[in-house]
């Protein structure tokens, strides 16, 4: 869901359905001897840096996935810092990606 994102009939379903899945990725990668460890943090890696909003999408639906990768980074940031730090270097070219992660950072600081 969160790598294809794709408006459903509803878009506060599609929201919903999204809000699960970051849920996902957090209780999965808060697991430290998960299997699928390595492969959870490329998944959140491409979702911030590949995913691109839905062709016709509305404001909200555009808010929710920024909102997604935010939250998709903190996670990073909080259950696995060399990965986070190492998704940081690889968007540096990118400037809306800078944003939302100095955003992400900002916001959630400790």
Same mark, same amino acid.
């Given at each position: *869901?969160?790598?294809?994102?794709?408006?459903?009939?509803?878009? !506060?379903?599609?929201?919903?359905? %999204?809000?699960?899945?970051?849920?996902?990725?957090?209780? #999965?990668?808060?697991? /430290?001897?998960?299997? #699928?460890?390595?492969?959870?943090?490329?998944?959140?890696?491409?979702?911030?840096?590949?995913?691109?909003?839905?062709?016709?999408?509305?404001?909200?639906?555009? /808010?929710?996935?920024?909102?997604?990768?935010?939250? #998709? !980074? *903190?996670?990073?940031? %909080?259950?696995?810092?060399e990965a986070a730090?190492?998704? /940081?270097?690889?968007? #540096?070219?990118?400037? %809306?990606?800078? %944003?939302?992660?100095?955003?992400?950072?900002?916001? !959630?600081?400790?």
């Amino acid at each position: *869901m969160l790598l294809n994102p794709v408006v459903v009939k509803s878009e !506060y379903l599609f929201v919903s359905t %999204r809000i699960d899945a970051i849920n996902f990725w957090s209780e #999965a990668l808060s697991w /430290k001897d998960n299997p #699928a460890r390595s492969e959870l943090t490329e998944n959140i890696g491409h979702f911030i840096t590949q995913v691109q909003f839905p062709v016709g999408s509305s404001d909200l639906v555009k /808010k929710a996935i920024v909102g997604d990768q935010i939250e #998709a !980074y *903190m996670i990073l940031l %909080r259950r696995d810092p060399e990965a986070a730090n190492t998704l /940081k270097n690889t968007i #540096a070219s990118d400037l %809306r990606l800078v %944003r939302v992660i100095q955003f992400a950072t900002n916001f !959630y600081q400790n």
